[in-house]
């Protein structure tokens, strides 16, 4: 049973637009969600987070959103530059117990010149 | 710069030996790392949580006799794929927390593990 679902595999957008990344969580209790980053043989890098209690967070380029009510996120990357091209991991854990993370499968955005 | 150093970052062995990955964290004392598989085009999953001076706790599933956890000091953990197998070829991943636990984790850059 997956709680962290991400259920497009890829994405491609146009260098200098909006990128758009979505997950969606089946857990109610989650309450402390996460983007992480991750290039080719690298470990996964902290991209952005945000708290149940907010539904925004936004960190220059990057924002994500929160939609509790359904159960969603999304991660907007505007504008793209190509070396936004990397596997994004949407994860969200229990604040009370942060030291369990569930991870999506991760969506590979593409970012076409 | 990176705060956890994961070695070696690729490493091929023999069916039936055993391997060891260390996980490193940088300038800073972790009591806690965690452990993740990552399997081709699946999701991170969490194996175990590593606690310096005790045992560590394995997720459901995962065989705490087949991968072998050790946090003897506050900056090392490390863990052994022991008797490997072919199905145990993965990516590897540590990570360990900097701050409290409202800081994000920090990763290793993995370890890629073959069985042959």
């Known amino acids: 049973d997956q709680q962290v679902k991400q259920n497009s595999p890829s994405l491609s957008v146009q260098e200098g637009r909006i990128s758009i990344l979505n997950c969606d969580y089946t857990?109610?209790?989650?309450?402390?969600f996460l983007w992480y980053k991750k290039y080719p043989a690298e470990g996964p890098t902290f991209l952005i987070s945000?708290?149940?209690?907010?539904d925004k967070n936004e960190d220059g380029r990057f924002t994500v959103f929160l939609n509790k009510s359904a159960k969603h996120l999304s991660l907007h990357i505007v504008p793209s530059q190509p070396g936004d091209s990397a596997v994004y991991f949407c994860?969200?854990?229990?604040?009370?117990?942060?030291?369990?993370?569930?991870f999506g499968s991760g969506t590979r955005l593409s970012i076409r010149p | 710069g990176a705060v956890v150093s994961q070695h070696p970052s690729w490493v091929i062995c023999k069916s039936g030996t055993s391997v060891k990955i260390e996980c490193r964290s940088l300038?800073?004392?972790?009591?806690?790392m965690f452990w993740y598989r990552q399997f081709p085009k699946q999701s991170l999953m969490l194996m175990a949580t590593?606690?310096?001076?005790?045992?560590?706790?394995?997720e459901q599933g995962v065989e705490k006799d087949k991968f072998l956890i050790n946090h003897a000091s506050l900056t090392l953990s490390t863990l052994t794929v022991t008797s490997a197998h072919p199905e145990d070829s993965s990516f590897y991943i540590c990570?360990?927390?900097?701050?409290?636990?409202?800081?994000?984790?920090?990763f290793g850059n993995g370890t890629r593990l073959t069985v042959t």
């Open positions: 990570s360990a927390r900097v701050g409290g636990t409202d800081s994000p984790l920090h």
């Open positions: 857990n109610s209790m989650f309450d402390y």
């Open positions: 945000i708290s149940s209690i907010k």
């Open positions: 994860a969200a854990t229990l604040y009370s117990s942060a030291s369990k993370i569930i």
């Open positions: 300038d800073f004392q972790a009591t806690t």
């Open positions: 590593s606690n310096e001076g005790s045992k560590a706790t394995y």
